[in-house]
């Protein structure tokens, strides 16, 4: 959480980004939505510094968007998990997947949200072009898209 | 944009925060589209320094997320307005409230989506509850909700 700097602020958008608007935080997210679980591939993945990798990784656990588990013994090993709450966030990341896809452009899209039903390409909106359903945040995967390129990040 | 940090990656998402996941960036697109426009509206909302709200103003335009409009000649005096792809952004900036209003509380919304045309609660895809369309961004406003409260923000 940072401190203080949006305590005045009565406002949702404010208390959210208080959570997961710090540099890298959405993206940590993005990797957990992609598979990723330890330490060393977050931070393969990102490229940072590992102190702020470490605190990122905290915050997150403290907002309840990641949990924390020991995976291994001898050495004791953690990784991270979405929680519930977590993989809600996906709705805001396809939106600013999309927005980048729409405006950042000339490029193709890296990544493409797709219906994991029925494999119909997805909205900004979780809508399935092809079935039509508005669909849940457990029903949408992503898949490289056309401007997908070595190494892939999302 | 913020300078290289994300250069190596290949996501819309990243692209997408080099733009606008700056601090404060998405809360003074957020003040825009409660139709402020004016640097000391803004200055005054957020409670940030002039310096950095000079510097994010002029990285929302250089984005094209915002267009400069000169409003008045003697003195010279200029406002701020979104752009077609500054209102798109409505959608990540919903879904970000949504995400907040569900699981930061226990709090009331400060504020609530409604459907322009119907007056229905909208949700964070933008699907109204008592009409059942599927909006566009131009459909949608914000009015208080059971939890606002002086100072309003949001």
Not at 40 to 62: P, Y
């Given at each position: 959480?940072?401190?203080?700097?949006?305590?005045?602020?009565?406002?949702?958008?404010?208390?959210t980004l208080?959570y997961v608007g710090e540099r890298w935080s959405l993206l940590i997210i993005r990797d957990a939505f992609?598979?990723?679980?330890?330490?060393?591939?977050?931070?393969?993945?990102?490229?940072?510094?590992?102190?702020?990798?470490?605190?990122r990784?905290?915050?997150l656990?403290?907002?309840?968007v990641?949990?924390?588990?020991?995976?291994?013994?001898?050495?004791?090993?953690?990784?991270?998990?979405?929680?519930?709450?977590?993989?809600?966030l996906?709705?805001p990341l396809?939106?600013l997947m999309?927005?980048?896809?729409?405006?950042?452009?000339?490029?193709?899209?890296?990544?493409?949200?797709?219906?994991?039903?029925?494999?119909?390409?997805?909205?900004?909106?979780?809508?399935?072009?092809?079935?039509?359903?508005?669909?849940?945040?457990?029903?949408?995967?992503?898949?490289?898209?056309?401007?997908?390129?070595?190494?892939?990040?999302c």
């Amino acid at each position: 959480m940072l401190p203080r700097s949006y305590d005045n602020q009565n406002c949702s958008i404010a208390r959210t980004l208080e959570y997961v608007g710090e540099r890298w935080s959405l993206l940590i997210i993005r990797d957990a939505f992609l598979g990723l679980r330890r330490f060393d591939e977050f931070q393969e993945s990102l490229g940072i510094a590992r102190n702020v990798l470490t605190d990122r990784l905290r915050r997150l656990v403290g907002a309840g968007v990641l949990v924390r588990m020991r995976y291994q013994e001898r050495p004791v090993r953690y990784e991270y998990q979405l929680t519930e709450s977590g993989r809600e966030l996906s709705v805001p990341l396809l939106a600013l997947m999309h927005w980048g896809d729409r405006h950042l452009g000339p490029h193709e899209a890296p990544r493409v949200a797709e219906h994991t039903g029925c494999g119909g390409e997805v909205t900004e909106r979780h809508l399935c072009r092809k079935c039509g359903a508005l669909l849940g945040t457990g029903d949408v995967h992503t898949r490289p898209g056309p401007g997908q390129r070595a190494p892939a990040h999302c």
